[in-house]
């Protein structure tokens, strides 16, 4: 008998064992629970976060670039002659970020430093190139002249909404980035295309369309004018040259469009401009003979 009882005890000491471990386990998952629930919670959360953040930044806009473009390191982009007569850009570099523009050097030479500040959305700038820029880029090719054009914004008041006169202006600053040799004929054929103001202007598609018109197929130039790319340049730009008091003509209430200055004297419209372009060529200059 005393061996039935020792099965007896063993049985109660097994019974007690299993239930204390039961008791264990059933803590430790508890305590599991415990942790589990929070954690899943928080990696949902996380994971909602995560998508949320990611829709986010992929639907942001191209960064804009808060230096200036490459050869506008004065805020404009300069032409003179190379030797065989052709009217080509001077490439320098861009103005850095938070960097100021570098003013271009003009001798005492006996050439006339033709240096304009236009607004591509602008009929005034328009007619005036129409009216002069043959004969202009004619004495830059003849070595008589420089040229050195400023695209500025103006006008996106003019043009319902849409910032026209800004996203047409940054056209011109991509194409002087990526292929300034085009610059010249895409001013022109931004000038040929120019909406009527009063309208939403030319999508950056049609302006794409533009420049592809003018003979320049670049994706870079393309991408440049999606993003807006130098979008901040051109508001840059545009506050310092119409804060500049230099650039008021004599007589005038303030800056406008289309503004020439020859030499650092800018012209008042009292006389033709070829005539006041002209007038700062030195006589000695072997290209007025």
Same mark, same amino acid.
């Given at each position: 008998? &005393?061996?039935?009882?020792?099965?007896? =005890?063993?049985?109660?000491? %097994?019974?007690?064992? /299993?239930?204390?471990?039961?008791?264990?386990?059933?803590?430790?998952?508890?305590?599991?629970?415990?942790?589990? !629930?929070?954690?899943?919670?928080?990696?949902?959360?996380?994971?909602?976060?995560? %998508? !949320?953040?990611?829709?986010? @930044?992929?639907?942001?806009?191209? /960064?804009?670039?808060?230096?200036? +473009?490459? =050869?506008? !390191?004065s805020d404009g982009i300069l032409f003179t002659a190379d030797d065989s007569g052709a009217v080509v850009p001077v490439e320098t570099g861009a103005i850095p970020p938070s960097g100021t523009p570098t003013p271009t050097d003009q001798g005492d030479d006996g050439l006339a430093h033709i240096v304009t500040y236009v607004d591509f959305?602008?009929?005034?700038?328009?007619?005036?190139?129409?009216?002069?820029?043959? *004969?202009?880029?004619?004495?830059?090719?003849?070595?008589?002249?420089?040229?050195?054009?400023?695209? !500025?914004?103006?006008?996106?008041?003019?043009?319902?909404?849409?910032?026209? *006169?800004?996203?047409?202006?940054?056209?011109?600053?991509?194409?002087?980035?990526?292929?300034?040799?085009?610059?010249?004929?895409?001013?022109? %054929?931004?000038?040929? =295309?120019?909406?009527?103001?009063?309208?939403?202007?030319?999508?950056?598609?049609?302006? #794409?369309?533009?420049?592809?018109?003018?003979?320049?197929?670049?994706?870079?130039?393309?991408?440049? #004018?999606? $993003?807006?790319?130098?979008? +901040?340049?051109?508001?840059? %730009?545009?506050?310092?040259?119409?804060?500049? &008091? $230099?650039? @008021?003509? &004599?007589?005038?209430?303030?800056?406008?469009? +289309?503004?020439?200055?020859?030499?650092?004297?800018?012209?008042?419209?009292? @006389?033709? @401009?070829? $005539?006041?372009?002209?007038?700062?060529?030195?006589?000695?200059?072997?290209?007025?003979?």
């Amino acid at each position: 008998m &005393p061996e039935e009882r020792q099965t007896k =005890n063993q049985r109660r000491e %097994a019974a007690r064992e /299993a239930a204390r471990l039961e008791r264990e386990k059933q803590k430790q998952r508890d305590r599991l629970r415990r942790w589990l !629930i929070p954690t899943v919670s928080t990696v949902a959360i996380l994971a909602i976060a995560a %998508a !949320i953040v990611w829709a986010f @930044v992929s639907n942001q806009p191209a /960064a804009q670039s808060v230096a200036g +473009p490459r =050869n506008m !390191i004065s805020d404009g982009i300069l032409f003179t002659a190379d030797d065989s007569g052709a009217v080509v850009p001077v490439e320098t570099g861009a103005i850095p970020p938070s960097g100021t523009p570098t003013p271009t050097d003009q001798g005492d030479d006996g050439l006339a430093h033709i240096v304009t500040y236009v607004d591509f959305s602008c009929p005034a700038c328009k007619s005036f190139e129409e009216a002069y820029s043959t *004969s202009i880029q004619a004495l830059v090719a003849a070595g008589v002249a420089t040229l050195e054009v400023h695209p !500025i914004a103006i006008l996106d008041r003019a043009y319902l909404s849409s910032r026209y *006169s800004s996203r047409s202006n940054n056209v011109g600053a991509c194409v002087a980035d990526a292929a300034p040799e085009s610059f010249l004929d895409v001013m022109t %054929a931004l000038y040929t =295309n120019q909406p009527a103001e009063g309208t939403s202007g030319l999508t950056d598609a049609e302006l #794409i369309d533009v420049v592809h018109g003018a003979g320049l197929v670049n994706e870079d130039v393309d991408a440049c #004018i999606e $993003d807006e790319l130098f979008g +901040p340049w051109v508001t840059a %730009a545009t506050d310092r040259q119409t804060n500049n &008091p $230099d650039l @008021v003509a &004599p007589g005038a209430q303030g800056f406008s469009t +289309p503004t020439i200055v020859v030499n650092g004297e800018v012209w008042d419209r009292s @006389v033709d @401009v070829m $005539d006041f372009i002209q007038s700062h060529i030195s006589a000695s200059d072997p290209g007025t003979d």
